[in-house]
């Protein structure tokens, strides 16, 4: 299936994709969704409808109740960074409101002249999981979506911990649908992912090489704290970031960047000024 939460004259409604229609599931978004014991059997009801040709989608998780972040799970970008293999996943968080849609325009703040790209393979939990065995991780996985996890790399190297690069307001689309494992190959999937800026391919890799998995991921995860319904892991991003280029290259005004993930969809969004 291939969910997704977008925005009415009514406010959010939680939908299912079916042909060129979405079909709306009774609830006002994906996180309240899964928070349903049986979420599935609730994303296959019939409802009406609504054309997805000019529809606007929300954050596919408006409020999540946590974002965790994985920085260094792709060995080329490890690379390019100038970084050692990591033993652990490094993690940091973001927050919900540093999340837009998938077609929203991203507000470059005027605080930065060095706002950059990083698509991401972002793992969504449908089930709460604390401490989980291989298993667990597994089942707890309700789908993935792409996320642009768009950087101020200015305020991210002010010191060696990096969240006040990453949680700028608004900052950060996700969707535009959560696809179930099971039209992806599982719970590991290998999937394209790449970054085209103004029509230049400026990322590109498979998630197949991910260091540490999306399964590894919840387990280790939840180890440290709960994962619910609706929280979203961010994977990590691969090389072609800007910041690493020679020479660096960032996001101005008037850039489109697209995001995207094979048969996940894609993140469309055009820079604007704050």
């Known amino acids: 299936m291939k969910l997704a939460t977008i925005?009415?004259?009514?406010?959010?409604?939680?939908?299912?994709?079916?042909?060129?229609?979405?079909?709306?599931?009774?609830?006002?978004?994906?996180?309240?969704?899964?928070?349903?014991?049986?979420?599935?059997?609730?994303?296959?009801?019939?409802?009406?409808?609504?054309?997805?040709?000019?529809?606007?989608?929300?954050?596919?998780?408006?409020?999540?109740?946590?974002?965790?972040?994985?920085?260094?799970?792709?060995?080329?970008?490890?690379?390019?960074?100038?970084?050692?293999?990591?033993?652990?996943?490094?993690?940091?968080?973001?927050?919900?409101?540093?999340?837009?849609?998938?077609?929203?325009?991203?507000?470059?703040?005027?605080?930065?002249?060095?706002?950059?790209?990083?698509?991401?393979?972002?793992?969504?939990?449908?089930?709460?999981?604390?401490?989980?065995?291989?298993?667990?991780?597994?089942?707890?996985?309700?789908?993935?979506?792409?996320?642009?996890?768009?950087?101020?790399?200015?305020?991210?190297?002010?010191?060696?911990e990096w969240t006040q690069g990453k949680i700028w307001e608004a900052s950060t689309p996700v969707g535009p649908y959560v696809v179930t494992p099971d039209e992806v190959g599982g719970v590991r999937p290998s999937l394209q992912v790449r970054t085209v800026v103004d029509g230049q391919v400026m990322q590109q890799d498979d998630t197949g090489t991910l260091l540490f998995d999306p399964v590894f991921l919840v387990q280790y995860i939840s180890t440290v704290i709960t994962l619910r319904p609706g929280d979203i892991i961010a994977t990590g991003t691969p090389a072609g970031v800007g910041n690493a280029r020679d020479p660096k290259v960032f996001l101005l005004p008037g850039n489109t960047v697209v995001t995207e993930i094979s048969g996940l969809g894609a993140c469309t969004n055009t820079v604007v000024e704050a």
């Open 7 to 160: 925005r009415t004259t009514d406010g959010t409604r939680a939908v299912r994709l079916d042909g060129d229609r979405l079909v709306d599931l009774g609830y006002a978004d994906l996180g309240e969704l899964f928070a349903e014991a049986d979420w599935q059997a609730a994303a296959a009801a019939s409802g009406p409808t609504h054309p997805v040709e000019g529809i606007d989608f929300a954050p596919v998780v408006p409020n999540p109740s946590k974002i965790i972040c994985v920085g260094h799970n792709y060995t080329n970008h490890i690379k390019e960074m100038g970084r050692e293999l990591p033993s652990h996943p490094t993690l940091f968080p973001e927050f919900a409101d540093t999340l837009i849609g998938a077609g929203d325009d991203i507000a470059k703040p005027a605080e930065t002249d060095t706002l950059d790209w990083e698509v991401e393979l972002a793992v969504v939990i449908g089930k709460a999981v604390r401490r989980a065995d291989e298993q667990q991780a597994a089942d707890a996985i309700a789908g993935f979506t792409v996320m642009n996890d768009v950087s101020a790399r200015d305020w991210q190297f002010r010191t060696i």
